[in-house]
């Protein structure tokens, strides 16, 4: 279960305030996975940001009654100046999982090579994002929040990011991003969508995806 309880996020732009949630209170099912709509420029990777507490929001809060990762796409999460193995033993111990279970199942996940073990500042964003996915899906949470992630890679690495997320969520929730419509249907059985600083739910995926399309349009 995923809460939020009257919140608000609105940043300056100029001499505008764009408004990202505006006195939001919605409580998230627990155990499903949600896709997460909404236009560019929407703010959903702020949305995602503040559910995984790494944006606070202006007022209101978020609580949960379970772990949640941090938002997996970009590599953000990622400590430029160490190498991979670093940050994995880092994130090891932040979470309490076995250093070096979660080491070797990331090394062999996002075959990186001898990458593994080079700063991350070296890193192409699609190299950061396959250690970033690997650590995140060698944590067991209850909540994943993934954004594109599982579009990186050539088409091999992409069916095998796709084999491990699809196993975590069957024991797992989420609240995935991505402009593949196939992949939301692939992975989730609800929907979110963002728009103007408020967010829906919709129990059927299909309806989600349809009032988002008409909103495009």
Same mark, same amino acid.
């Given at each position: 279960m995923i809460r939020f309880e009257n919140l608000c996020k609105s940043y300056r732009i100029g001499e505008t305030r764009k408004v990202i949630v505006d006195n939001l209170t919605l409580t998230l099912p627990t155990g499903q996975s949600l896709a997460l709509l909404g236009r560019n420029g929407a703010g959903k990777s702020t949305l995602l940001q503040m559910v995984a507490g790494t944006i606070l929001p #202006?007022?209101?809060?978020? *609580? &949960?009654?379970? @772990?949640?990762?941090?938002? /997996?796409? !970009?590599?953000?999460?990622?400590?430029?100046? !160490? *190498?991979? $193995?670093?940050?994995?033993?880092?994130?090891?111990?932040?979470?309490? %999982? #076995? *250093?070096?279970?979660? /080491? #070797?199942? /990331?090394? =062999?996940? $996002?075959?990186?090579?001898?990458?593994?073990?080079?700063?991350?500042?070296?890193? &192409?964003?699609?190299?950061?994002?396959?250690?970033?996915?690997?650590?995140?899906?060698?944590?067991?949470? =209850?909540?994943? !929040?993934?954004?594109?992630? @599982? $579009? /990186?890679?050539?088409?091999?690495?992409?069916?095998?990011?796709?084999? %491990?997320?699809? =196993?975590?969520?069957?024991?797992?929730? $989420?609240?995935?991003?991505?402009? #593949?419509?196939?992949?939301l249907r692939d992975y989730c059985d609800a929907g979110l969508l963002l728009e103007n600083g408020r967010l829906y739910y919709f129990p059927d995926l299909d309806e989600a995806i349809t009032v988002h399309k008409a909103l495009m349009e």
């Open positions: #202006d007022s209101g809060r978020i *609580t &949960s009654d379970g @772990t949640i990762s941090w938002p /997996v796409g !970009l590599g953000g999460s990622l400590h430029r100046e !160490l *190498t991979g $193995a670093q940050n994995i033993r880092f994130i090891a111990r932040v979470y309490g %999982v #076995d *250093t070096e279970e979660l /080491v #070797d199942f /990331v090394e =062999d996940f $996002a075959e990186l090579g001898p990458h593994f073990h080079m700063p991350v500042r070296s890193y &192409s964003s699609g190299m950061r994002s396959r250690l970033a996915f690997g650590a995140s899906m060698g944590i067991r949470f =209850d909540t994943y !929040l993934v954004d594109e992630v @599982t $579009a /990186v890679g050539d088409a091999r690495f992409r069916r095998k990011s796709r084999a %491990v997320f699809r =196993d975590r969520m069957a024991k797992s929730g $989420a609240i995935l991003v991505t402009h #593949d419509l196939g992949a």
